[in-house]
């Protein structure tokens, strides 16, 4: 059984950090590209940033490009998103993919 489980999400002041993760299990996470999408409240679900297999080449959404980092650890099966000078517009639920595969997500909230 393919699982995807977020973590990291939480509330922080504009202009904080915050580190997610996304746990893969159940599938071969190194012969996957993944992503970050996320959907604000009211809103549909918004990519927000991708990285091909092998980790070389990441791709993000104009708005938070230079603000977030997209990594991951194929050793760990593990996906990262590095967000800095948070946003209250970044308030969402941010879930990890991978293909047809997607996590719960975690929440995260950008307010004062």
């Known amino acids: 059984e393919v699982q995807l489980v977020e973590s990291g999400g939480g509330l922080v002041q504009p202009g904080g950090s915050l580190r997610l993760s996304c746990a893969a299990s159940g599938l071969a996470f190194n012969k996957y590209g993944m992503s970050w999408v996320r959907q604000a409240p009211g809103k549909g679900l918004e990519w927000v940033s991708d990285?091909?297999?092998?980790?070389?080449?990441?791709t993000y959404t104009p708005s938070v490009k230079g603000r977030f980092t997209i990594s991951r650890d194929d050793a760990k099966s593990t996906l990262y998103l590095q967000m800095n000078s948070l946003k209250p517009e970044d308030t969402a639920v941010y879930y990890c993919?991978?293909?047809?595969?997607r996590g719960r997500g975690t929440q995260v909230t950008v307010s004062s």
């Open positions: 993919r991978a293909g047809q595969y």
């Open positions: 990285i091909y297999i092998g980790g070389t080449t990441t």
